[in-house]
């Protein structure tokens, strides 16, 4: 299992200069989490995507969708590191 942040799971998901990488991280283990927020932070870098005219609602549903099932069942609440 690899613990991912929402640009590594938006590089896998959206075509761009690391999707590449993201893809072999995903090959390599497929198995992702992320923290209870990625839905919300990933819905942001859709919303700028469209905002920008490089995707269009349906497409960033669509996305959304793909994005819940990839990660179903593995957001997590990670504990509070003590500085």
């Known amino acids: ?42 819905r942001n870098v859709l919303a700028v995507y469209m905002r920008q005219r490089r995707l269009s609602r349906a497409h960033a549903l669509q996305l959304m969708d793909k994005a819940a099932i990839l990660m179903q069942g593995r957001s997590m609440r990670f504990p509070r590191c003590a500085y």
Request: without cysteine; glycine residues 2%.
């Open 1 to 42: 299992m690899i613990v991912v942040a929402t640009n590594v799971m938006a590089s896998l998901l959206l075509p761009g200069e690391r999707t590449e990488q993201a893809e072999r991280v995903f090959h390599r283990d497929p198995v992702w989490a992320a923290p209870l927020l990625w839905p919300s932070e990933f």
